[in-house]
C-alpha cells in the first residue's frame, strides 16, 4: 500500500503525476488508497493477500461498499475527506479537474484495482463475473505484485488479470464511442484505402437531384 501511494505509476492505468490518498474515509470504512489521475479518473485500490480466505468475500465486498459510498458523493465532501488525511491541494485551482471528478463521482465512473501477492483461480473467476455483470463505467482489475531482488536492488514485478476486459467493456460502450463525420471516414480513407476515395465523393456531395 505505501509503494503503491508512492509510486501510483505501478498501478494499471495511472500516471505518475497523479494523486493518491491512502486510508481515505469513504464514509463505508477506510479505502485503502484513493487515486486521482490529471483527467479526474479516481480509482480504488483494496490490497489484501490472495492466500487470505476470507479475500473473496472481503475485498470484493469492501470495493462495492467503498465505491457505492462514493457515488453521488458532494465535491465539497470528497475534497474535504481528501484534504483530512492530504495537505497538497487536490486542484490546484483547476476548475476542469474540479468539474471532471465531480462528474466522475456523480456518474459512479470508478477503476477498482484489487492489489494482491498471488491471482488465484477464484480471484479470475471474480473479476471475470464482475466485468460481465458490472456497468460499462465500472471496471474491475486485479494485480498481483512479487518482489523480486537483484543484489541490493528489489523491484517490483505486477501481474496484471482483466485489464483486457475491463478496456473491451468501455470500448462496448456507446457514450464511450466517437461518431465518426463524412470528413472523418474520407481522411481515414486518404490514408488506409486511397484507391476507394472518389467512390465515396458521391455520398457527400450528391448534387442536385432531379
Not at 481528501?82 to 497538497?88: A, D, E, L, M, N
Not at 483461480?121 to 494485480?143: C, D, F, H, W
Not at 470528413?183 to 457527400?204: G, I, M, Q
Request: charge should be negative.
Amino acid at each position: 500500500q505505501q509503494i503503491l501511494a508512492e509510486h501510483p505509476e505501478l498501478i494499471p492505468g495511472v500516471s505518475d503525476k497523479a494523486q493518491t490518498c491512502s486510508e481515505f474515509h469513504s464514509g463505508a470504512g477506510l479505502a485503502d488508497l484513493v487515486v486521482v489521475d490529471t483527467a479526474g479518473q479516481i480509482t480504488l485500490v483494496e490490497c489484501k493477500l490472495a492466500a487470505n480466505p476470507q479475500i473473496r468475500r472481503e475485498i470484493v465486498g469492501q470495493m462495492f461498499d467503498y465505491t457505492s459510498a462514493l457515488w453521488r458523493m458532494d465535491i465539497d465532501d470528497f475534497t474535504y475527506r481528501w484534504r483530512s488525511r492530504v495537505t497538497k491541494p487536490l486542484f490546484e485551482d483547476d476548475a476542469d479537474l474540479r468539474n471532471q471528478i465531480s462528474n466522475n463521482l456523480a456518474e459512479g465512473r470508478f477503476r477498482i484495482i484489487l492489489a494482491v501477492d498471488a491471482i488465484n483461480p477464484e480471484l479470475k473467476r471474480i473479476v471475470e463475473y464482475l466485468n460481465a455483470m458490472s456497468g460499462p463505467a465500472t471496471s474491475i482489475v486485479a494485480v498481483a505484485y512479487t518482489r523480486m531482488r537483484y543484489l541490493d536492488t528489489e523491484v517490483l514485478m505486477p501481474q496484471i488479470y482483466g485489464e483486457e476486459l475491463a478496456e473491451a467493456k468501455a470500448a462496448s460502450n456507446p457514450t464511450h464511442r466517437t461518431p465518426w463525420t463524412g470528413e472523418t471516414y474520407r481522411d481515414w480513407l486518404t490514408t488506409n484505402a486511397p484507391s476507394r476515395v472518389d467512390k465515396l465523393h458521391p455520398f457527400l456531395d450528391p448534387g442536385p437531384r432531379s
